[in-house]
């Protein structure tokens, strides 16, 4: 089975938020289960000097943009087991961030395009399934149909379209349609891609993929609600039956505490000394009082609203109150920036806002800390209480989206648990698990029986790799 894993970014090479993450881990299990997946993104980056030399340039071509028509060189090269194509146009992809350009729905609308023809340049690799990813590439399918169904290369392509999250949708002008997309006005009604006025990726990839998947069970679930659906919930009910929710894995080789190069102190669950050598050497590095027995929470977030940051401004000086430090990693609304600044200058003794990207530091808060808090008003499936449970760092979480598939609350009389939760979006609910966090920690033995099931806990990527390959079966089998 041959699948092209399309995504607008992908660790190593640039990255935003959690799809790189995916970008990069499911392609490599999905080949360990012997599926030829291949990945393809827009080349935004230089590549590191490490890797320059395997770059193979393939080919070039060009590529109708309405009226236009634009370059686009294609390379490949092979990175841990799987190989990447990139498509280079300088023109829209040398820019200083991925997104937010006042030309998006061109450049997006250039991607989606580029990718379909570049198909026809990647020598004995044939498609048998495209695996789109977010708004971004949300055109694909509909491009497909309309442009490329006669072509003999392209007639059995199925599609699968996974989002990562519903809120970012790709909303343009309808216009679009025929400036950019060489579509009919036929194609604008609100059976096709139409949303209030505008042409939207997000539902066009949604209507016409073979099959949709997103990143979590209860994701999936709660998209088909209003509160969640981002007013694509109806269309989204409709299409139930090929709608799956999948939980994303982590990669095991990026995300290991045994043998990550970014911390000091490598350690497992039989070795939870060490880790304790971590929050050290952190807390020396940030300037925080050297402590062992008061409990460190950190989170490692965008700033973002989504992230329950709202419910943190409600009782700040609350969690201060506590015997805790409070380390946070981010950047983001200036609003929510601004805010960690004030506390950190109120609570020099308690508090550190990094604000900033910065990924060793991140891999050192995951060692170091004992606390992961992630509050998310929604949360499709989260990337960073995956990455706590495997270093032993407790999540709180509330109970929404991957967040509660993957903490089961600690219970003390059932003796079960890998982290904490609350249920609603409520800013005393997380304040209690907070405290019943903080509380547990002063019972050492407990906690530390807490923290070695948090580490056992399945964050791989094998058993969703095999539920995937059942879809692409599914879709094959149409
Ligand atoms: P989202 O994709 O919504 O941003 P996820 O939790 O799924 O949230 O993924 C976020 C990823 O980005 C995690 O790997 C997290 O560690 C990382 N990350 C977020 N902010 C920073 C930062 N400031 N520095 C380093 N890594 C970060």
């Avoid at 090269?77 to 498509?87: A, G, Q």
């Avoid at 399918?141 to 809120?167: F, Q, S």
């Avoid at 970012?168 to 349609?177: C, D, S």
């Avoid at 062992?292 to 409600?314: F, N, Q, S, W, Y």
């Amino acid at each position: 089975m041959n699948v092209l894993f399309v995504a607008s970014e992908a660790v190593p090479f640039s990255k935003t938020g959690g799809l790189a993450d995916v970008a990069f881990a499911l392609p490599k299990a999905l080949r360990k289960e012997n599926v030829d997946a291949r990945v393809i993104i827009s080349k935004t980056f230089d590549l590191p000097e490490t890797l320059k030399d395997n770059e193979k340039q393939l080919s070039h071509f060009y590529v109708d943009v309405g009226w236009r028509r634009q370059y686009a060189g294609l390379s490949q090269i092979e990175h841990d087991t799987v190989p990447y194509y990139f498509i280079d146009n300088e023109y829209y992809f040398k820019r200083d961030n991925l997104y937010g350009h006042y030309d998006d729905g061109e450049k997006f609308s250039y991607f989606c395009r580029s990718v379909l023809e570049a198909i026809r340049h990647m020598g004995d690799f044939k498609p048998d399934i495209i695996h789109f990813n977010d708004w971004h590439t949300g055109m694909i399918p509909a491009l497909l149909n309309e442009h490329y169904r006669h072509d003999a290369d392209y007639k059995d392509i199925k599609t699968v379209y996974t989002i990562h999250n519903l809120k970012y949708q790709g909303v343009f002008g309808p216009e679009i349609l025929d400036d950019l997309l060489s579509m009919g006005p036929d194609h604008y009604h609100s059976g096709g891609m139409e949303f209030h006025g505008g042409v939207s990726f997000m539902k066009s990839g949604i209507n016409f993929a073979d099959a949709i998947t997103t990143v979590s069970e209860t994701y999936a679930r709660e998209i088909q609600y209003p509160f969640f659906g981002e007013r694509l919930d109806g269309l989204l009910r409709q299409r139930g039956q090929d709608l799956h929710g999948i939980t994303n894995g982590l990669d095991h080789d990026i995300y290991d505490p045994r043998k990550d190069e970014h911390i000091e102190w490598k350690y497992d669950s039989r070795s939870l000394k060490k880790k304790r050598g971590n929050k050290r050497v952190l807390q020396e590095k940030l300037g925080l009082p050297i402590r062992d027995d008061v409990p460190m929470m950190a989170m490692v977030t965008r700033l973002a609203h989504m992230k329950g940051l709202d419910l943190i401004e409600h009782v700040m000086e609350d969690i201060m109150k506590q015997d805790i430090q409070f380390v946070v990693l981010g950047t983001g609304e200036p609003h929510y920036e601004n805010m960690m600044h004030y506390y950190q200058d109120k609570y020099p003794d308690k508090l550190r806002a990094q604000i900033q990207f910065n990924a060793p530091l991140a891999h050192q808060i995951y060692a170091g800390a004992d606390l992961f808090l992630m509050p998310s008003l929604f949360e499709p499936c989260g990337l960073g209480q995956q990455i706590a449970l495997r270093y032993g760092t407790l999540p709180i979480v509330r109970e929404t989206g991957g967040l509660k598939d993957t903490v089961l609350p600690y219970n003390v009389y059932e003796d079960e648990g890998n982290g904490f939760s609350f249920a609603n979006y409520n800013a005393h609910e997380m304040l209690n698990s907070i405290e019943t966090a903080v509380d547990l920690y002063s019972r050492r033995k407990d906690w530390n029986k807490v923290v070695r099931r948090a580490m056992k806990s399945d964050t791989s990527w094998t058993n969703s790799a095999k539920k995937y390959i059942d879809i692409y079966q599914g879709v094959m089998s149409r």
